[in-house]
């Protein structure tokens, strides 16, 4: 099984499991800290990745970062190393936050456009979005002048791209095949 197929399965079990104890929003939380931590470290990453390393003193240092964390994400992450799938854990919290957020009925957008958003326009995209998918929008901003104007939308596997430089490659595409 994939790494990806293993933390979307203990991401639904995860999720499923903090849902019935009233903890989503804290284990989606703890989860985010231990994968920034698990980032940020790499010495903690080598620990964690090494099969040289026994799996105890895996289970005692994750033990220990998990100490004051939701039980459910610590004996999650407990079994995951058990099993030998510390490599799935940043998957893990993928797959989580996405269950999440369709929990809590917000939807990820992102946009890319060749300026930083304003304040006002920013609210109005949101808007729009909002009004268009019936849901809670968080948008997530790039700025790539390569868009040269106009903007990118992505909502899921759905991308609206209406920036100047797909006008300007639609029109290229158009003057190419036109009979003159």
Not at 65 to 72: F, I, S
Request: glycine share 8%; net charge positive; no cysteine.
């Amino acid at each position: 099984m994939s790494e990806t197929s293993v933390a979307r399965v203990y991401a639904q079990a995860l999720f499923d499991a903090a849902r019935e104890a009233g903890a989503v929003e804290r284990v989606g939380g703890e989860l985010g800290e231990f994968v920034a931590a698990l980032a940020a470290s790499a010495p903690l990453r080598h620990a964690l990745h090494d099969p040289q390393i026994d799996s105890e003193a895996k289970r005692r240092v994750v033990g220990e970062l998990t100490r004051e964390a939701q039980p459910l994400l610590a004996n999650t992450l407990q079994l995951m190393l058990q099993k030998g799938r510390a490599a799935a854990i940043p998957g893990l919290a993928e797959h989580y936050g996405r269950l999440a957020a369709r929990e809590a009925e917000i939807v990820t957008v992102e946009v890319t456009t060749a300026v930083a958003l304003k304040g006002a326009s920013r609210e109005r995209l949101a808007e729009k979005v909002r009004a268009a998918t019936g849901r809670r929008v968080e948008l997530l901003e790039r700025v790539d002048p390569a868009v040269i104007g106009g903007l990118v939308l992505r909502v899921g596997d759905t991308i609206v791209d209406g920036s100047v430089r797909a006008r300007i490659n639609q029109l290229r595409r158009r003057l190419q095949t036109a009979e003159v």
